[in-house]
């Protein structure tokens, strides 16, 4: 199986470089262990830019599509066998990356 | 044989082999829904055939085949209309046989996979509770729905989705690793202990106050537990625990409604039968030598009760002695609490106030119960008086409400 682990995180702001070195340290066990499919940071909502073309004319509004306290942060996509194995994998990112994260399976 | 012993014998198999029927599926088909309904037809098809047919001499490899029967069929049906009818095709038409082919060994008991991944910790708590008492308890969804003052639809919809958690969020079929087990254990264990507290003291104003309906099937689900994990000191510990507990049951609410307080309850009516059986399992654990956890400490304590001949008898040092051990374990305030409440016996409730007063407990209505008695003993009546009156506005039991209005108001008037 498909996990989304999105990091979550409640001010904008990039990892300190003890987080990044974690991070990468995180990133290569996923690598070695054959868990890795992808990952990225992403920039803060403000620069978002949200476009809906549902109605023929695409309407372009500039922010996220959901204003809230908490917003994703980064994402790790993974490949586990089964939700235990996410979780263990979720608890060692989120100490890496020094963020709460959320673990959803693909369908 | 008689209908009433054909019912009789379906009700029992009913009992005890509902687990392993929607245990046994569900590791065969590994879709919980899928063995939940099919165990259910399985026993349908038992209240219609037995009658008729007479009582099968092994019912419960009856009921497995015929339950694996039916989830075969229902795969199939639902493979015809999805088009997917090759994969079906490849479903074998013999049930596997039932209680011989897998090695046995109780960490390799379906019942106990089922268990863990019923109480699964992202599961959430209510959703633990619901899952076990219909997959493992196999209590109907309208049972539960009304033990936990629920609508039936709205406790409908809360096993359906924890089953759909559990199917697309991968939550596997399978007991923890050892390193997990001990972690697992727990929360398997605390989900049955709520199920009992649930019942022993209804949180619900316009519930009875104890309902051995719940309390039973705790225990049921415990003793299955132990049958499984027969070394385990905590799940011995829980199970005596309950037991010890249970045994207090019929002297726990007077005749007019009112909850009566360990102090003032007729130790005549406590059941011997299963004290004998708590303090047996406590002797054991002491007699292993290993350290004991969380419930075999509560066990302990509920075991120097249930020895005492009447409550000027209890040994108060040797409960304030388990509590420490307990507060090693395990420093909430709530532990803390019923410590202070056995140190009032030994050392008298001045000494006690001074450890209940500052706990983080405000809006616990037993803290505000027990410094209200601690109050009143030290003829403090006007700070007692407050102090029940937000205890009696905390407890949700009417029972409880009952004792504690009483003692309020058979307060001396005055500061």
Redesign the interface.
Same mark, same amino acid.
Request: proline share 17%; glycine share 4%.
């Given at each position: 199986?498909q996990?989304l682990l999105s990091v979550i995180f409640d001010a904008p702001g990039l990892a300190t470089p003890d987080e990044d070195v974690a991070i990468d340290v995180f990133n290569d066990r996923l690598r070695a262990e054959g868990r890795w499919v992808f990952a990225g940071g992403l920039g803060t909502p403000e620069t978002a830019t949200v476009i809906d073309n549902r109605g023929g004319a695409a309407i372009v509004t500039d922010g996220p599509f959901v204003e809230s306290k908490e917003f994703l942060a980064g994402f790790w996509i993974i490949e586990? $066998? #089964? =939700? #235990?194995v996410? =979780?263990a994998l979720a608890a060692d990112g989120s100490k890496a990356c020094n963020r709460k994260v959320e673990?959803? $399976?693909f =369908? | 044989m008689t209908g009433g012993e054909v019912a009789a014998a379906i009700t029992r198999a009913h009992r005890e082999e509902w687990a392993r029927v929607v245990a046994t599926l569900t590791g065969r088909f590994g879709d919980l829904d899928t063995a939940e309904e099919a165990a259910a037809e399985a026993f349908a098809t038992a209240v219609e055939r037995w009658p008729v047919d007479g009582v099968p001499p092994r019912p419960g490899a009856w009921l497995t085949t015929t339950a694996q029967r039916k989830a075969i069929d229902r795969i199939r049906r639902e493979a015809r209309r999805a088009e997917k009818h090759r994969e079906a095709l490849m479903l074998s038409d013999t049930p596997e046989p039932t209680g011989t082919a897998r090695p046995t060994g109780a960490l390799d008991d379906d019942r106990l996979r089922l268990l863990f991944t019923c109480c699964?910790p %992202?599961l959430a708590v209510a959703a633990r509770i619901a899952l076990t008492l219909r997959m493992v308890g196999g209590l109907t969804v309208a049972e539960i729905a009304r033990a936990f003052l629920v609508q039936e639809t709205a406790m409908s919809r809360r096993i359906t989705r924890a089953k759909e958690k559990i199917k697309? %969020?991968?939550? +596997?079929y399978?007991v +923890?690793s050892r390193e997990?087990l001990p972690a697992r254990l727990s929360g398997v264990l605390a989900v049955l202990y709520l199920v009992f507290n649930e019942g022993y003291l209804s949180s619900e104003p316009g519930q009875e106050a104890v309902r051995g309906d719940l309390t039973a099937e705790a225990i049921r689900l415990t003793r299955l537990v132990r049958a499984l994990l027969p070394e385990d000191g905590e799940v011995a510990g829980l199970l005596a625990l309950m037991l010890l507990t249970e045994a207090r049951r019929p002297a726990r609410v007077s005749a007019d409604g009112e909850l009566v307080p360990l102090d003032r309850q007729d130790r005549r009516a406590w059941d011997r039968d299963l004290i004998a059986e708590g303090h047996a399992l406590v002797r054991a654990r002491l007699a292993s030598g290993l350290p004991p956890g969380r419930y075999q400490l509560l066990a302990a304590v509920n075991a120097v009760h249930t020895d005492a001949r009447d409550a000027r008898h209890t040994d108060w040092s040797q409960i304030v002695e388990l509590y420490d051990q307990l507060v090693r374990l395990d420093p909430s305030p709530i532990v803390r609490l019923n410590r202070a409440i056995a140190v009032a016996e030994l050392d008298g409730p001045q000494v006690a106030l001074a450890q209940v007063d500052g706990l983080p407990l405000d809006g616990y209505h037993a803290f505000h119960a027990t410094r209200a008695d601690l109050l009143r003993r030290l003829g403090r009546s006007g700070e007692a008086r407050a102090a029940y009156d937000r205890a009696i506005a905390l407890a949700g039991n009417a029972a409880e409400t009952a004792y504690l209005t009483r003692r309020r108001d058979d307060l001396p008037a005055g500061p």
């Open positions: 199986m996990y586990a $066998p #089964d =939700l #235990d996410a =979780l673990v959803r $399976p =369908l | 699964h %992202a697309v %969020a991968g939550i +596997p399978r +923890p997990d």
